[in-house]
């Protein structure tokens, strides 16, 4: 730093500006994005204007005290000197030199800290200029933007006097864009500006530019603590302690005259990714002026016509940068009389389907290897691709908000329950489901409904999870809608909306929308699939989906599912014509009848599993047997308990009110105070071991049918909510005995396994003595998060988690990501001591999380052999998992080195 | 073994018979405890009749063919010609011996097996003892009870067989009692014994005696397998691989001649502990008779006018066995014309109460060390001792049974409700108060009644819990009662108890008598006390009491507690004066009404803290801040959804309709899916800190106030349900803001810790983290236990806990003893990370299994400073703390030497 310092220097130079041929990749925290661009842009050769940069701990220094500002402006006025000696201009001179003062910190931060441009500016800097034989226009333009930003920056004057101040002076022209202002415009608008900080400040803008400087460079420093800094990175939870550097470059002048120009390209089509430059520019402008949206820009293909070596010199710096970078880059740049200067370049925001085009298009260009273009793209951001989602262009209004509970866009007529839903289905209309809450009664409207939109439940509520399962929409917890079903509508304030009108639900925002909004659907490109059997040839853990039916595991093995990894046997009995036979199994006195029920059930599940496995063709199939409370099936108590009570205030005493206290009594019989912590999973098993013995004959007779027919089935037996090595002893002993039995009946022998499903710290606890007894582990994360924590994730989500979040107790929802010092704690004690008890033992995970990527990372670090999610989320996780497996063996090869040391 | 076999041996003996001389306690398991009394009693010298044993394996090997029995008479017979030498007299032979065979296990299986007398025994031989001149009386009693003994024991002959013929003799002579037999009734008694076997065999007792002595042997050897020991062993978890011993001895006979007895003897008086022989005898009688009951039998201290001799012999070996064994002994014996003979020794059965008094007086008669005699103490017995129980003589029929939930006896009158039970108390007479189960609101009248009977719950419903806490009797979990409120009267069966009528609850057993039952209150003696010092001298960990209330604290003291563990506030609200406070607190919307509540409510805590400080006077008391869900404060929803279904019905819809509605609404509002798992502990603390503010200002105040009157006081303010590091950071940071500034207030300093109750997994696996900022660490096991093992007890205890009992799924409820495997390593985990990252981290637990002996032992073995348990179990504790230290101490001193060596 500081390395030739100029002869006339007395003082001594701090020494704590840094220049960009002298910092890389490793000063990054230091020298902010924007420094590290312009850094590696001069290294490789690229027309940017030369400049310095004052590092972010300096920058801190400089507002504690530590570094006195009028000593670093020595160190300044020196590298000022370099610069006026490459670009032939002088600062505060005769053909004088501007400079522009920029923020930039190490992380993104878009529009959120302040820059002021054509500083040193003063009546004798204007002489000189107008002397030298610039236009009064392009002088006068820079004077009033010059004053304008610095009024802003440094004063803190708010924009609105100064955009009042412009709109007079257009009326006053009788005039309807800046565009149409003269040279004498810009003057007076500039002398308005400068009467506005009088007014303002009582104070002017200072005559001597270092004055200006000095002025400057502190306002970019403190604008890291602006009020939409600070929310800003509240939100996105950035570090407070940063700071953003300062880059002071000399002015190039993109209004300068006809053949000057500023503007921003994006190396390829950001939205669809084809390999062409994307973006726009404005003849005469400056700096923000192509986003400011004031003036109509012009596409990026135009600037052939205008200038024409321009344009092809911007294809080469394009290509060389993203050869460099490796990835799309968004680029800002400045043509000044013909002469292309680079300002910034970033990495370009895609869409998805973007992203991933041109990761495969990079790898075919040889720019790319495979693994990069694999670690290239976010596995999360795959999700948009397999939905419709709204036009994230449109700027409509919401009505209310709600929390995203499963992501895309639908539109559809307002329908409360399944009967209406069928209408519209019927018509050919599509139909969202608006509900208080869902329960089990619900699915098969949500299966006919385009989306779902409820009052109350979060994120992991029922509406939910199940939408998710479907892959459709759903808004979940819209507390500010009041439902009023007797009425057939929907009051959102003074809003009243009724059965059959149009709403729009945006399940990635939480929006609603009256009415219909466009939407977008990206299709599944030939580059997704070539990238997802590039992650697969990479990857070494499994992903499996969880799929309760038919359909589902369909979709799961359309999605590259290797077979089906939780496959919940009670959703097989909550389908409309099931209920009825499961609630008198749960219900009936007479052994007789309930035996008769269960061979109905029996038939029910055969023939769904023979379905499943034929899907699955020879995949495995991981059954998880009866987990719910028995009362989950049964009529609503609440709704039995008024009825019963305004019959005996009446006076009746027939049969029908002796058949509804039956009804009731048995109903509360299986009441629990806590459910969830109650008489389900394998408990319901061991103390009723009927249904669950139904349903493995079920699966073992759907298995010997097809093994028969010469389809290969491999089941899996899952017992769930297992805490103690001898409930999985007392429940599997009996299986084997079953199974056993049933294979010498059919004469077929069926390779069958039997695990647990670890969903119970207890479970985890005592992995070891499980591992001795089970074939097989699989996490249950939902629950295990929901008993590691103590939360019942119906009552959290809305009555506490939000306000943790709020409060920075929680930054992440463990519902959604697995939490690590807790939960993954746990989850490691298992698989260690499972692994150590029994090393043939297969271990995945099942729960919720197995989607999401952070957990996938985690779970291939603990060496599981496969993870399980929903089918739609099978393609995220197979590109995580290879993600995963990249960076492991990238890792292994750092060290690698130093072990042969 | 065998070393001097008899010179006319030819076959090789298979050595497997061990002699009383040849044994020792290491053969336990082989020799059973029989066996090892006559060996130690044999190496004392004691004059026991020659013999030898037939260990465990050998009979295992017997009953599955692996020893030839006949092998085996060979080494029998050799000796038998031992005990003959010995004893002088000859088997089967002139001047004949009889021998006794008896079982023995390796555990206390009292009455399980079986023993034959006399065996030996046929025409010749009943001639040739007549013919030395034997009386007839005594050869054909002899000959009757072997043949009765044989024919049930080795032919499987029902008893009352025997005892119809018995009785038919009886009548035919016109006799009340077998005492009245003269040696006619005996002989033909066994002849018609005789005829019985016969008839029910077709066959008869073998001639050959050896031929009797194999039968017996094997009969011996299979009763283990008979079915009420294999009932007994079920019951009390006893392996059933254990199997039983044969001794096999010379027969001594009680019932000779006059100066003959047999009789049973305690070394001192097993009721109150007294040092004076216990027991009785009866003159001419032989083995059980003194058990049976037929005849009366005579005060032992009656012997010393019958055979003083014998009674100061006998004294004699009281003590001789009481300092070989430092044990209260019950000894058997038998005197054969003026001979003492010693049968069995083992230890006394004896009441808390005479066991404590007995080892303090052998440690002032030097006979043990203290250690010894704090380690002789079972500490579960002293909960007898602090609580009236039912004679255990009382033989009374019982009217039902329930959950003995809270130990010891109550008799009263059936009360319903509060106000019943306060119309009684005036009387002055006492009530028991008769639930389905009990809520919140019941605590008042569970203060005024005895005892507590609920018709449902577990043993750790809040019945139960409330019940213990405040020492009182309780039952839970009457299934069989059908309460009816309104017509006063409950239901069990046929029989009908009206309001009013007196019952009897045996809390110790579950047992509910009509009317009242005779019951003894043992008072804290002077032995129990001292007992209890030498305990406290010898311990490392602290005893510290849950105690809610003033009067909690004060009975906390007195039974010796260190210090509070567990304060729990929101008691202190549901008070009937404090309750409507609380509520309208929760309910109000007015924000003003809220604040007036919270003053109200603050003013009882302080004065609540002031009393309990006082109370304790420099001792720590651990204050938890509000735990449950503010719904176990509000009326019942169900009630009122049934009210206001009902008014709507009846078309009201003046005020009072609108009231309910809006209540009930409210209500709703705060009811929960898993209250266990929802807005509670500190969650609601973060969302709604108004009320743990208040409380700790109540706290604070109270403190302040005693520190200047010059009492200390240490308040440990403890957090409920933490789960993450930040949610007891936001909480501790708020609060000592707000302590700070009181104490600024004040003018006072208050010396004052904040700690964590660890009740939640995540807690226990994050303890690192938590240690770094907290002082002190509880165990909360009850919540620990329900999250680990995903049991919600109010559920678990009555829907399947039981069956998992019977199953053997778990052993032990771990809600009781805590469970080693899974909460315990949770604790184990926590312990370890939290000392690691906290040197000065106090550690202790507050669970109720702070009351219980291994759970206190595993926290001393986990170095915890303390533990914490309800007044009345803080001596269990402080005696089972001490036990644990000595263990601690003796385990340390067994491998020092190994160190050196």
């Given at each position: 730093m500081g390395k030739d310092k100029t002869a006339g220097e007395t003082r001594q130079?701090?020494?704590?500006?840094?220049?960009?041929?002298?910092?890389?990749?490793?000063?990054?925290?230091?020298?902010?994005?924007?420094?590290?661009?312009?850094?590696?842009?001069?290294?490789?050769?690229?027309?940017?204007?030369?400049?310095?940069?004052?590092?972010?701990?300096?920058?801190?220094?400089?507002?504690?005290?530590?570094?006195?500002?009028?000593?670093?402006?020595?160190?300044?006025r020196s590298e000022v000197s370099r610069i006026e000696n490459t670009m032939d201009r002088w600062f505060a001179s005769r053909n004088p030199l501007l400079l522009s003062?920029?923020?930039?910190?190490?992380?993104?931060?878009?529009?959120?800290?302040?820059?002021?441009?054509?500083?040193?500016?003063n009546r004798e800097v204007i002489a000189s200029l107008l002397d030298e034989g610039?236009?009064?226009?392009?002088?006068?333009?820079?004077?009033?933007?010059?004053?304008?930003?610095?009024?802003?920056?440094?004063?803190?004057?708010?924009?609105?006097?100064?955009?009042?101040?412009?709109?007079?002076?257009?009326?006053?022209?009788?005039?309807?864009?800046?565009?149409?202002?003269?040279?004498?415009?810009?003057?007076?608008?500039?002398?308005?500006?400068?009467?506005?900080?009088?007014k303002e400040t009582g104070s002017s803008i200072p005559d001597n530019p270092y004055d200006q400087v000095k002025e400057a460079i502190v306002a970019v420093i403190r604008s890291w603590e602006n009020p939409r800094a600070v929310v800003y990175?509240?939100?996105?939870?950035?570090?407070?302690?940063?700071?953003s550097a300062v880059i002071v470059q000399g002015m190039v002048f993109g209004n300068l005259d006809d053949r000057s120009a500023s503007g921003v390209v994006t190396t390829r089509d950001p939205i669809v990714g084809a390999k062409q430059l994307f973006g726009e520019y404005l003849l005469r402008s400056q700096g923000e002026d192509v986003l400011a949206g004031t003036r109509t820009p012009k596409k990026i293909s135009e600037l052939q016509g205008d200038l024409f070596p321009v344009y092809s010199e911007l294809e080469k710096v394009a290509e060389k940068l993203e050869h460099h970078f490796q990835e799309a880059q968004e680029i800002e740049f400045t043509i000044e009389s013909g002469k292309l200067y680079i300002l910034q370049t970033h990495t370009a925001q895609c869409t998805a389907q973007a992203k991933i085009k041109i990761s495969v298009d990079m790898v075919n260009e040889g720019l790319l290897s495979k693994e990069k273009a694999v670690l290239s793209i976010e596995p999360e951001s795959l999700d948009q691709i397999l939905?419709?989602?709204?036009?994230?262009?449109?700027?409509?209004?919401?009505?209310?908000k709600g929390l995203p509970a499963s992501p895309g866009g639908a539109s559809g007529a307002v329908v409360f329950d399944i009967k209406e839903a069928a209408r519209y289905i019927k018509q050919s209309r599509e139909a969202i489901l608006v509900r208080a809450e869902t329960i089990t009664d619900d699915v098969e409207a949500m299966e006919l409904a385009t989306g779902i939109l409820t009052g109350h439940g979060g994120v992991t509520s029922h509406a939910a999870v199940v939408a998710r399962r479907m892959g459709k929409p759903c808004i979940t917890g819209c507390e500010s809608m009041n439902i009023d079903i007797d009425r057939g509508e929907i009051r959102v304030g003074d809003l009243t909306i009724k059965r059959g009108d149009i709403i729009t639900i945006d399940g990635s925002s939480g929006r609603v929308f009256l009415g219909t909004v466009p939407m977008r659907k990206t299709s599944i490109s030939t580059e997704f699939r070539v990238l997802l059997s590039w992650a697969d040839e990479m990857r070494t853990m499994k992903v499996r989906a969880n799929a309760d039916t038919p359909e589902d595991a369909q979709r799961a093995i359309?999605?590259?599912?290797?077979?089906?990894?939780?496959?919940?046997?009670?959703?097989?009995?909550?389908?409309?014509?099931?209920?009825?036979?499961?609630?008198?199994?749960?219900?009936?006195?007479?052994?007789?009848?309930?035996?008769?029920?269960?061979?109905?059930?029996?038939?029910?599940?055969?023939?769904?599993?023979?379905?499943?496995?034929?899907?699955?063709?020879?995949?495995?199939?991981?059954?998880r047997l009866l987990d719910?409370?028995?009362?989950?099936?049964?009529?609503?108590?609440?709704?039995?308990?008024?009825?019963?009570?305004?019959?005996?205030?009446?006076?009746?005493?027939?049969?029908?009110?002796?058949?509804?206290?039956?009804?009731?009594?048995?109903?509360?019989?299986?009441?629990?105070?806590?459910?969830?912590?109650?008489?389900?999973?394998?408990?319901?098993?061991?103390?009723?071991?009927?249904?669950?013995?139904?349903?493995?004959?079920?699966?073992?007779?759907?298995?010997?049918?097809?093994i028969t027919e010469g389809i290969e089935t491999r089941p899996e037996i899952m017992i769930p909510l297992v805490g103690h090595v001898r409930e999985f002893e007392w429940i599997r002993e009996r299986l084997d005995n079953l199974i056993g039995k049933l294979m010498e009946e059919k004469n077929v022998t069926l390779h069958y396994r039997i695990g647990v499903l670890i969903e119970i710290p207890r479970a985890a606890l005592t992995a070891g003595a499980l591992a001795q007894k089970a074939d097989f582990f699989s996490f249950g994360t939902n629950d295990l998060t929901q008993t590691t924590f103590g939360f019942s994730r119906d009552d959290a989500e809305h009555k506490f988690l939000h306000y943790y979040h709020d409060q920075h107790i929680l930054d992440e929802n463990p519902f959604e990501t697995i939490d690590m010092d807790g939960v993954g704690r746990l989850v490691r004690i298992a698989t260690h001591d499972g692994r150590k008890a029994n090393s043939s033992l297969t271990i995945g995970l099942c729960g919720e999380?197995?989607?999401?990527?952070?957990?996938?990372a985690f779970c291939h670090s603990l060496g599981m052999n496969y993870i399980s999610c929903s089918p739609y989320r099978v393609p995220i996780a197979r590109l995580a998992a290879a993600q995963a497996s990249i960076r492991d063996r990238l890792a292994a090869a750092e060290t690698s080195p130093s072990k042969n040391e």
């Open positions: 130079v701090i020494g704590v500006i840094v220049r960009f041929e002298d910092c890389g990749r490793d000063d990054l925290h230091r020298i902010g994005m924007k420094g590290l661009s312009l850094a590696e842009m001069t290294a490789l050769g690229l027309n940017v204007p030369p400049g310095f940069i004052i590092p972010t701990d300096a920058g801190f220094d400089i507002l504690k005290g530590n570094i006195d500002i009028r000593e670093l402006l020595y160190e300044v003062i920029r923020s930039g910190a190490s992380v993104m931060m878009p529009g959120m800290m302040d820059t002021i441009l054509n500083v040193g500016m610039m236009s009064e226009y392009f002088v006068f333009d820079c004077y009033r933007r010059f004053t304008r930003m610095y009024g802003e920056t440094v004063l803190g004057i708010k924009p609105y006097k100064f955009d009042a101040a412009t709109q007079d002076m257009l009326n006053h022209a009788g005039m309807f864009s800046e565009e149409e202002f003269d040279s004498n415009h810009h003057r007076k608008l500039a002398d308005n500006y400068r009467e506005i900080i009088r990175r509240n939100l996105r939870r950035i570090s407070h302690d940063l700071g939905h419709n989602f709204i036009d994230p262009k449109v700027q409509m209004r919401s009505i209310m359309e999605f590259g599912a290797e077979g089906i990894g939780l496959c919940r046997t009670e959703a097989m009995f909550m389908a409309a014509d099931r209920l009825p036979a499961m609630r008198t199994l749960i219900l009936e006195e007479s052994s007789e009848e309930r035996d008769r029920m269960l061979v109905q059930l029996e038939e029910f599940q055969r023939n769904d599993f023979l379905e499943i496995f034929r899907a699955l063709n020879g995949k495995p199939v991981t059954i719910p409370p028995l009362h989950e099936f049964l009529p609503n108590a609440e709704q039995l308990t008024k009825e019963v009570a305004v019959m005996r205030s009446q006076g009746e005493a027939g049969e029908e009110l002796r058949r509804k206290e039956r009804l009731l009594k048995r109903v509360l019989s299986h009441q629990e105070i806590n459910p969830m912590l109650g008489l389900r999973g394998c408990r319901l098993g061991i103390i009723n071991p009927g249904i669950i013995e139904m349903q493995v004959r079920a699966v073992v007779e759907a298995a010997c049918e097809l999380h197995g989607g999401e990527p952070r957990t996938i």
